[in-house]
């Protein structure tokens, strides 16, 4: 039987209240996660593969301000942008992700890219963004990633150090990345995320979206994972590989294995969030913050979610 595609994404678990989100912003988002939704579908629908889709589908993530990944990304605590992305093949087992890079307009292109070579997987900062260039890809200044809002949030972040309120913060202050998983016609399961890290991180602190088995992996064996929320609860939890490991290992349904996964995060203090779809086309979508930024399109419909709902 042909496997019926399915696409899931995530916005970031960094979301706003729901009391404080004006219907303009909500709007905006809804829209963002929709047109996300819609280009990766063309790509499954048209009997692509799950690993173009989500690389279309981050793109599209990546050039809406609203999220946090590519224009719109976070600012770290030097006020200027580090962007870490990876995309990972279900069928393969080929992997690639850039770190810390400054000036490639889409990281997940720049991963896809690397994930082709089976050697070097990961770059860092200028290599990264040199490699990037050297291979076509688009470089733009780094203040083309800043946006007025992620500005205000840094300056937010910063005041909150110095009154000593920094536990305080929000979810929506920390939190954000993108990220998608597809299982396509053939078969195949793919992952890939993009981030802008969180908001005043020091300059050259890397997060798990870059590392695969943390924040990305993608096996066909059993599923596809993107990740979002405290990073470094993610690479100590190796959070993706693990919902991989408990479906193969321990034969757990997708959604008991990546509502443990969430479970060891929360254990640890952090705010944490996956997508994650399964060889059988099994969606999940949890959790432990107020909201995120979510959806899914399949021929059986389409979903967009911000908070409970
Ligand atoms: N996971 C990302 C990081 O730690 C940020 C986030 O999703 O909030 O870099």
């Not at 981050?58 to 224009?71: K, R, Y």
């Not at 500005?151 to 536990?167: H, I, N, P, V, Y």
């Not at 929360?266 to 944490?272: K, V």
């Not at 909201?291 to 911000?306: D, L, Q």
Request: glycine residues 12%; contains cysteine; proline residues 4%.
């Amino acid at each position: 039987m042909t496997p019926q595609p399915v696409l899931a994404l995530h916005g970031g678990a960094g979301t706003i209240p729901k009391a404080s989100l004006t219907p303009e912003a909500d709007a905006a988002a809804r829209a963002g996660l929709r047109a996300a939704l819609d280009a990766g579908w063309a790509v499954l629908q048209a009997g692509g593969s799950a690993l173009d889709a989500v690389t279309r589908a981050v793109v599209a993530l990546e050039d809406h301000p609203s999220f946090n990944a590519g224009h719109g990304a976070t600012f770290n605590r030097a006020g200027f942008h580090e962007l870490d992305a990876s995309v990972m093949d279900g069928a393969t087992g080929k992997a690639g992700a850039v770190a810390g890079a400054r000036r490639i307009r889409h990281p997940v292109l720049a991963a896809l890219e690397l994930s082709k070579p089976s050697d070097p997987l990961l770059l860092f900062g200028e290599a990264a963004d040199d490699w990037a260039g050297q291979r076509g890809l688009e470089l733009v200044e780094n203040s083309f990633f800043s946006t007025q809002s992620r500005f205000d949030l840094l300056q937010k972040m910063l005041a909150r150090e110095q009154e000593g309120t920094l536990a305080a913060a929000t979810e929506q202050e920390k939190h954000g990345t993108v990220g998608a998983v597809a299982l396509d016609q053939h078969g195949h399961l793919a992952a890939a995320t993009s981030t802008g890290g969180y908001t005043a991180k020091p300059a050259g602190r890397v997060g798990d979206s870059p590392i695969i088995g943390a924040g990305t992996w993608a096996s066909d064996q059993t599923c596809a994972v993107s990740g979002t929320g405290k990073g470094e609860d993610f690479i100590r939890t190796a959070l993706a590989h693990t919902i991989h490991a408990r479906m193969l290992y321990l034969h757990e349904s997708l959604e008991a294995a990546a509502n443990a996964a969430i479970a060891a995060v929360t254990a640890l203090g952090g705010g944490a969030g996956l997508c994650a779809v399964d060889r059988a086309g099994n969606v999940a979508l949890p959790y432990n913050t107020a909201g995120m930024y979510r959806g899914w399109i399949s021929e059986k419909g389409v979903y967009v979610a911000i908070h409970e709902e």
